[in-house]
């Protein structure tokens, strides 16, 4: 094995200095330096940086490095490679993600997949997901069909198929629409098969891949470079081996490769702008998500008001957007590795050319959502809001007041209005004296329609 003493004596040599003269310029004994360079003791760090000066080495760390490698070596169990590799990598990771190890190592204790409610996303129910369900179970009593109109994460899709016999969901993000596909739709997937592709994306060393779309707009701005050159490589990959796939299995994947790189992108939890500083390396180890395969669940990527018009079902949950941020822009980076489509980027953000704008985003929010709750044929209306209202910021000023929505749903029929307690979504820890989560459930009576 190469140690630093080896690495010592094959510079020494090269400079032809015999171990006496090294001795002298150091002051370490002949024999003691004889040692070093067989093995046989451990140089102290004193002594490397008198090395290092002695053999012109300017940056002595990288011979401080070797030591530091030749202690944890000395610790392991060599006579097994791959249980001295595994012990590696996991002290990698300890110290790449502090604290984070250790959900991360619970994780991998129980070979869980990568949960659904685990991405970050502006407005997820996820912490609201029991009282939403609850709510709308005992308010809408024998309704067996559920359409999810603004879908976003599938939190609330994911438990209507537990609840509901039919669920119809819809979003038009397409790195939505992927991930239902991932999640929940039907179709046959092989697990082993997918496992062994991860595992080969997991031993690609970012040294040996050329530079590729992904690193060269986003690394070292929303990813650190050697993850961004991985993350395109693979996901050219995934394109490149799409004949071979089922499209449940090439959803999957894409899917696993949005959610293992969710934690690492450097943002503050959505692609709106990155964090302007060095991005510190963490490993990527890519970990299959729950993928499960529903029979009872059509899945859409349509306009919500358009699809409004078309189905048919006992419930819709109504979440849309309430201010004017643009979800196709907080996650433009999930779109494009999901289409794939390599678009030209513009602005410090290295956002593509709009698509998929929604109006509830601008000052036409009002009318599509009256339009929306006129159009749809179902027996009970459910819809969240919230008031996130920051008054520093106008553009997280809500498109529509409470009373708008009110007065709206009051015209399709009686309406109850729902108010969640803090404890629900903020664990009691965080004051949020001007933050309310709202839901009105609307008993859909066509006598009542004006
Ligand atoms: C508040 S989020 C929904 C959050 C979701 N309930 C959850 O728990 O994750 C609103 C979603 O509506 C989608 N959206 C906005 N306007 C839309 C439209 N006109 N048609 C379809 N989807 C739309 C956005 O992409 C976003 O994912």
Redesign the pocket.
């Known amino acids: 094995m190469v140690t630093l003493g080896y690495i010592l004596r094959h510079i020494r040599e090269e400079k032809r200095l015999p171990l006496q003269q090294v001795s002298d310029a150091t002051g370490i004994d002949v024999a003691l330096l004889s040692k070093i360079e067989t093995g046989k003791r451990m140089a102290s760090t004193g002594q490397v940086l008198q090395l290092a000066r002695v053999y012109d080495i300017e940056d002595a760390t990288t011979l401080l490095v070797q030591r530091q490698s030749d202690e944890i070596v000395c610790n392991l169990n060599q006579a097994d490679t791959d249980f001295a590799m595994q012990s590696l990598r996991a002290a990698e990771a300890k110290v790449a993600y502090g604290s984070q190890y250790l959900s991360l190592f619970m994780d991998a204790l129980y070979a869980r997949p990568i949960a659904l409610e685990s991405r970050r996303?502006?407005?997820?129910?996820?912490k609201?997901?029991d009282w939403i369900m609850t709510t709308i179970k005992r308010e809408a009593a024998g309704a067996r069909t559920f359409f999810?109109?603004?879908?976003?994460?599938?939190?609330?899709t994911k438990a209507a198929l537990k609840t509901f016999d039919f669920v119809f969901t819809?979003?038009?993000?397409h790195s939505?629409n992927v991930i239902y596909k991932a999640f929940f739709g039907d179709g046959d997937f092989d697990e082993t098969k997918i496992g062994e592709i991860l595992d080969y994306y997991n031993s690609i060393e970012a040294e040996a891949l050329p530079e590729n779309y992904f690193s060269i707009n986003y690394g070292g701005k929303y990813f650190e470079h050697s993850i961004a050159k991985r993350v395109g490589y693979i996901r050219q990959d995934i394109e490149d081996r799409k004949q071979t796939l089922t499209d449940k299995e090439y959803c999957i994947l894409i899917a696993t490769l949005i959610y293992n790189i969710d934690r690492l992108a450097n943002t503050v939890g959505h692609f709106d702008a990155y964090i302007k500083k060095p991005i510190k390396y963490q490993p990527l180890r890519l970990r299959m998500i729950e993928a499960e395969a529903y029979d009872n669940i059509e899945i859409f990527?349509?306009?919500?008001?358009?699809?409004a018009g078309e189905l048919n079902a006992d419930v819709a949950?109504i979440?849309?957007?309430?201010n004017s941020r643009?979800?196709?822009r907080f996650?433009h980076v999930y779109e494009t590795l999901v289409k794939w489509d390599m678009p030209e980027l513009f602005g410090v953000a290295l956002k593509p050319a709009p698509e998929?704008m929604?109006?509830?985003?601008t000052s036409h929010a009002v009318e599509?959502f009256e339009d929306m709750i006129f159009n749809l044929d179902v027996r009970y209306i459910a819809v969240?809001y919230n008031n996130t209202y920051n008054t520093k910021s106008s553009s997280s000023e809500n498109k529509i007041s409470l009373e708008q929505i009110k007065s709206i749903l009051g015209r399709r029929g009686p309406t109850r209005t729902y108010e969640c307690s803090h404890k629900y979504f903020n664990a009691g820890k965080t004051k949020f004296d001007n933050h309310k989560e709202l839901l009105f459930i609307t008993a859909v009576d066509e006598t009542y329609r004006r």
């Open positions: 996303y502006i407005g997820s129910k996820a609201l997901i999810d109109v603004f879908a976003g994460t599938g939190v609330v819809n979003d038009f993000l939505n990527k349509q306009d919500a008001n358009v699809l949950y979440d849309p957007p309430y643009q979800y196709c996650y998929n929604s109006r509830y985003c599509a969240s």
